[in-house]
């Protein structure tokens, strides 16, 4: 059974940190790779980050190095996506998305599977 799970978001001040998790299992491999992405009001989806599973290769859409930082952990079957000094232009909901095969991309179209989203507010 598939399951897919995102968790982590909340309302967090200028300046704090946040770490996303995605939980996601019963795909029946191993081989595949998950994105981070978001979608703040009013604006188009943007890639934000991603991980392959096999080998932890990532990517980082360029605007976002040095503050997001992506992660697996196997055992547990999830990918984490920590945030540092967030600003208030990082509000957004965060969805995680799941492909199968190797070599993980910031665009939307390489996934398959969605989560429904965790919402990130920064805000004083």
């Known amino acids: 059974q598939v399951q897919f799970v995102e968790s982590g978001g909340g309302l967090v001040q200028p300046g704090g940190s946040l770490k996303l998790s995605c939980a996601a299992s019963g795909f029946g491999t191993n081989i595949y790779v998950i994105g981070w992405f978001r979608q703040a009001p009013g604006k188009e989806r943007e890639g934000v980050s991603c991980i392959s599973a096999e080998d932890g290769s990532t990517t980082t859409a360029d605007s976002m190095k040095g503050r997001f930082t992506i992660s697996r952990d196997n055992a547990k079957n999830t990918v984490n996506l920590e945030i540092d000094n967030l600003q208030p232009e990082d509000t957004a909901r965060y969805y995680c998305?799941?492909?199968?095969?190797?070599?993980?991309?910031?665009?939307?179209?390489?996934?398959?599977?969605w989560g429904q989203g965790t919402t990130v507010t920064v805000s004083s």
């Open positions: 998305a799941w492909g199968s095969g190797f070599g993980c991309s910031l665009l939307s179209q390489r996934y398959n599977y």
